[in-house]
């Protein structure tokens, strides 16, 4: 929770939308007989930056009937005559008393579904996953009232089959479901000449729609290894896994709750190993019901699937034959055979990279607005930014520059070493803030690379909106009432200033006390952080041996004079607030 104390683009937030048919009026995007007459025109016209809208699903648009039924869509996407830069899906998600999931505005239950697309081969059709995803919680929830939640996927590399008009399935009746697809148009980092399943998506349950048994996957009955013949004219191949664990079987509940081990093997090697784990504790969609901030085998409720990207370019040579082979952590007890994990494996061929340098301003995660990283804003602290290597050669240092638009701007000189495709998070020093009366635009730009001008600057400058935190008195008192079953000592309490120190800390606490502490600081802006070791909260315990609420609910807030509350933190937050 940042605050400070006083001395006496649109809703899509990160995406600017260029509409190279101004005159044709909004609303005829939704409907594709009106947009497939000027697609053409539109490909043609479009500049490098410009970005075309695809608009398939709004709140408008039924919600599903049937038991977690999902969206089913006929999409028209472009031509193959323009280059795209990057490709956006944007998925936002409301809660409304129009879902028809179950009595809920947002569903009860968290439910997985993927991002579904249909092409066309032969007689039949392949299926692709570009994406999945699973709906949280939804008693008590707040999903972004009446503007919703938004969740962004990068599909650039799908570019290939994004082609004319194709089925698209995805969501469920849970919440409301808005679509869109971002075309930008420009150079990408280089072109994606083929995209492959690697592996079926595996067996349609009517409960988990495509998945695999753990006890096949562990023996290797299914997933076998596989020859692939790679393409001659590529110059860079990748491999990409979005795997989820679930079911509630055995001692450990598989695979749901239970961290296991997945591998590929190429050639008769084993090359890549890694675990399906995702630590759920500092979900920004919170609070949400259930058990939210639990760790999950590559989910959390209200979250994206992870995904897991290998560039094997250096491992192979182009037009060989490949062998591939998929291998899981076998079973700790035979109880665990009926687990389910949902899957999908698919192989990337690319060409040359475009650039030899180029920075890729990937993220600015905070200040931003963004809801993913909501939960870390507001904050005046340390801007931190995520920057890939999207060029050829090694990148050694980088020149950055940034502070609010219009105001004193900062550099900040980086030093490190940075290979194609890899991306690393940088901590900036605080900036210059004076001004900041109202929430401002914040400008982050990567003037130099390796004392050069960015071969692709279009890609290495973001801006994002500075939110003002919550302003206090120089006075105020923290009012704590732990909660019980030896739960406060995971608890800590500290306080620190913009020059990273740090002026309270409290811990070693006891169960059922209340503490009152009073606080005088000095004009200036700072971080309060409340931590919980065990990642849950400081609500009633949930999902113990009797799986029901136990205990006693704690409570944290910041008060002013006669005991007003200034600030109320919701007791449910999981690792940290």
């Known amino acids: 929770a940042g605050f400070f104390l006083p001395s006496g683009f649109s809703f899509l937030k990160k ?59 006929i999409v028209s996407f472009p031509s193959e005559n323009t280059t795209w830069n990057k490709i956006w899906l944007v998925q936002t998600l409301k809660c409304d008393p129009s879902t028809r999931g179950d009595k809920y505005d947002c569903g009860e239950w968290d439910y997985i579904w993927d991002v579904l697309l249909h092409v066309p081969a032969g007689d039949s059709t392949e299926v ?22 938004i969740w962004t996927y990068d599909i650039t590399d799908y570019a290939p089959l994004l082609q004319g008009d194709l089925d698209l399935t995805m969501g469920n009746n849970q919440e409301l479901l808005d679509l869109k697809f971002l075309f930008i148009a420009g150079t990408p980092v280089r072109d994606v000449l083929t995209v492959e399943n690697v592996y079926s998506p595996g067996k349609l349950d009517e409960h988990y729609s495509y998945m695999y048994r753990y006890s096949a996957l562990a023996g290797d009955s299914v997933l076998q290894a596989k020859e692939l013949i790679l393409r001659p004219d590529a110059a860079g191949y990748r491999l990409k896994a979005i795997i989820s664990g ?18 590929y093997w190429l050639n008769g090697n084993k090359t890549y190993t890694w675990n399906i784990w995702k630590d759920c504790g500092n979900n920004a ?3 949400q019901g259930g058990t939210w901030p639990y760790d999950r085998a590559g989910w959390c409720p209200g979250t994206k699937v992870d995904e897991y990207s290998f560039e094997i370019t250096d491992l192979v040579e182009p037009g060989a034959t490949v062998t591939i082979d998929y291998e899981i952590e076998p079973p ?39 809801d993913d990283y909501s939960r870390i804003n507001p904050t005046l602290f340390e ?27 900062s550099t900040y000189r980086w030093r490190g070493l940075l290979v194609f495709l890899e991306q690393t998070e940088i901590a900036l020093p605080i900036p210059d803030w004076s001004g900041l009366n109202q929430d401002r635009t914040f400008v982050v730009e990567i003037a130099a690379v390796n004392g050069m001008r960015d071969d692709y600057p279009q890609d290495s400058r973001r801006t994002t909106r500075v939110q003002i935190p919550a302003v206090l008195p120089e006075a105020f008192t923290i009012y704590l009432q732990t909660n019980n079953f030896g739960r406060a000592r995971e608890n800590t309490l500290s306080i620190r200033n913009q020059a990273d120190s740090t002026v309270l800390k409290m811990d070693n606490l006891e169960d059922d006390q209340l503490y009152k502490i009073p606080v005088q600081l000095d004009t200036g802006f700072y971080e309060l952080l409340f931590s919980d070791q065990e990642e849950d909260g400081i609500d009633r315990l949930w999902w113990k041996s009797n799986k029901d609420s136990v205990g006693s609910s704690g409570k944290l807030q910041l008060l002013g004079i ?16």
């Open 128 to 149: 692709f996953k570009l994406g999945s995803y699973v709906t949280p919680y939804g008693k008590r929830l707040y999903l972004g009232g009446d503007q919703g939640w």
């Open 285 to 287: 969609v919170y609070p």
């Open 15 to 73: 995406y600017f939308i260029f509409m190279p048919f101004m005159s044709v009026k909004a609303d005829l995007l939704y409907r594709p007989f009106v947009f497939l007459l000027f697609l053409g025109l539109v490909s043609a016209e479009m500049k490098s930056g410009d970005t075309l809208v695809i608009h398939p699903i709004t709140f408008e648009t039924p919600s599903p009937e049937g038991w977690n039924a999902p969206y089913r869509v």
């Open 562 to 577: 006669y005991d007003t509350v200034l600030v109320e933190f919701p007791p449910d937050f999981g690792q940290e607030i």
């Open 383 to 409: 801007p931190r930014i995520l920057v890939q290597n999207s060029g050829s050669d090694v990148i050694r240092n980088m020149r950055i520059t940034y502070g609010m638009l219009y105001g004193v701007q």
């Open 332 to 370: 700790m007890d035979e109880q665990e055979n009926p687990g389910i994990y949902r899957m999908a494996h698919q192989l990337f061929s690319y060409g040359t990279p475009y650039f030899s340098v180029n920075a890729e301003l990937k993220e600015v995660i905070n200040p931003s607005s963004e």
């Open 246 to 263: 679930h079911g509630h079987e055995g001692p450990d509940n598989c695979c749901e709750w239970t961290d296991k081990w997945h591998a």
